[in-house]
């Protein structure tokens, strides 16, 4: 599969991991991957395209920043 990161909203699971934490102060997550993995342990909550950058950051990015 190949991925068009061209056309990618850079930027945009990092500003939700931030608003997730200014909403839920008693509840921060300390990184990107603890938030991911919230958002596929309750998916009924989130948006699908939430979901899918949760999904993209643990299978991509964190791979690769490893």
Known sequence: MNI???DMKWGSFT???NAYNRQHPTKKKKDLESFAKM???EPSKFQERTKRRARFYLNI???KKK
């Open 15 to 17: 500003e939700q991991f």
């Open 4 to 6: 068009d990161f061209e």
């Open 39 to 41: 958002i596929l342990k």
């Open 61 to 63: 990015i964190l791979p």
